[in-house]
């Protein structure tokens, strides 16, 4: 990487418990058991106080996972292409993922990948919560395949959902996007946590009582009641995938 050009700076913002921002430029890399020729980033986990472990990850050529990703028993996984284009493995069933594909494996189940080509990807993986009589159950597809609905009755913000939304899963992944001048429609202030990265654009992003700028590759993590809502600014389209936990109460 060799000597900077200028005096050192970062917009990261890291406030344990509450919420942080994490821009490309301060990734370093991390060596992950089972996971070779690939640069891995951690960008979320329990020691900011997240209920997650995300990955954002460059794979080289012949960039692989040597065992499951998130195959641990009670643990469920997701896997998100970026860029490139990859083969993936979730117990017999195989997939070929390229830009905008993800797939979901259910508790215990894990995530094999390879990459051929310069890749990148998104990883996730949580503890995942049963529920009496239902199930979660793997699940693929392609963004690109999705359509965009308006999110509440707003024409100029999108929705996508990826997962089902049935009682079986307990977490979803979704893209939000916002046409330049779009925005929340109120500051939402909830027990949901949000791990984001962001795909296209810019954005004003409010956290708890500041406004931040937000741009694309920059990864956000929200904690529960962190109030929260954003603008879209610039000329692009500003479009996030964000996780949700979902379906499930609050355990005491």
Request: glycine share 12%.
């Amino acid at each position: 990487m060799g000597y900077p050009n200028d005096v050192l700076s970062t917009r990261a913002i890291v406030k344990p418990g509450l919420y942080a921002i994490i821009p490309k430029d301060g990734l370093v890399n991390n060596v992950i058991p089972y996971i070779e020729n690939c640069r891995v980033s951690i960008v979320a986990s329990p020691k900011m106080g997240a209920g997650f472990v995300q990955y954002v990850v460059e794979a080289a050529p012949g960039g692989r996972t040597t065992a499951p990703f998130g195959g641990e028993p009670a643990i469920e996984s997701f896997l998100y292409c970026i860029e490139g284009a990859l083969a993936v493995t979730v117990g017999q069933e195989r997939f070929v993922l390229t830009a905008g594909g993800f797939i979901y494996a259910p508790a215990g189940a894990g995530i094999a990948f390879t990459s051929e080509v310069p890749s990148k990807l998104l990883l996730y993986k949580q503890r995942y919560l049963p529920l009496a009589g239902k199930a979660a159950y793997t699940c693929a597809g392609n963004v690109n395949e999705i359509a965009y609905r308006n999110y509440d009755d707003m024409a100029n913000v999108y929705i996508k959902d990826l997962l089902p939304t049935g009682l079986g899963f307990d977490m979803n992944m979704h893209i939000l996007a916002f046409e330049p001048g779009g925005c929340h429609p109120f500051v939402e202030t909830h027990v949901q946590e949000h791990g984001a990265y962001i795909l296209s654009g810019e954005g004003m992003y409010l956290m708890e009582n500041t406004w931040l700028p937000i741009k694309k590759d920059d990864f956000m993590w929200f904690g529960p009641y962190v109030p929260q809502g954003a603008y879209g600014v610039g000329r692009d389209l500003f479009a996030y995938i964000y996780s949700k936990d979902c379906n499930r109460d609050v355990t005491l």
